[in-house]
């Protein structure tokens, strides 16, 4: 599926993983099961792991990174790696009602 027909992922919106997806940590940061679609990702670096497990507490994607310890030099690799996410279906915006207060 190609990202060009979307609009890159938003850091400032709020994101979570998908309810199928399943988180097991690794050495080298954690693989992600999505049980819906069978697909499996590689989340390589340890701070990545702790973005995506911080996001549904944070307000936004951006809050999430600066959380983890992501430098704003930083957020365009990982607002790529999060776009990956959202493209494998791995990641779901959440609703306006789900954002932490």
């Given at each position: 599926?190609?990202?060009?027909?979307?609009?890159?992922l938003?850091?400032?919106?709020?994101?979570?993983?998908?309810?199928?997806?399943?988180?097991?940590?690794?050495?080298?940061?954690?693989?992600?099961?999505?049980?819906?679609?069978?697909?499996?990702?590689?989340?390589k670096?340890?701070?990545l792991l702790?973005?995506?497990?911080?996001l549904?507490?944070?307000?936004?994607?951006?809050?999430?990174?600066?959380?983890?310890?992501?430098?704003?030099?930083?957020?365009?690799?990982?607002r790529?790696?999060?776009?990956t996410?959202?493209?494998?279906?791995?990641?779901?915006?959440?609703?306006?009602?789900?954002?932490?207060?």
């Amino acid at each position: 599926m190609s990202t060009e027909s979307r609009p890159p992922l938003d850091l400032s919106r709020a994101w979570r993983l998908h309810p199928q997806v399943s988180v097991r940590p690794e050495p080298f940061g954690a693989l992600l099961y999505h049980f819906g679609t069978r697909k499996l990702s590689f989340l390589k670096d340890p701070r990545l792991l702790a973005v995506v497990r911080s996001l549904d507490e944070q307000p936004s994607a951006r809050a999430a990174c600066h959380d983890a310890g992501v430098t704003d030099a930083e957020l365009p690799t990982f607002r790529r790696a999060l776009e990956t996410l959202r493209v494998a279906q791995m990641l779901v915006e959440q609703d306006s009602s789900e954002v932490a207060a």
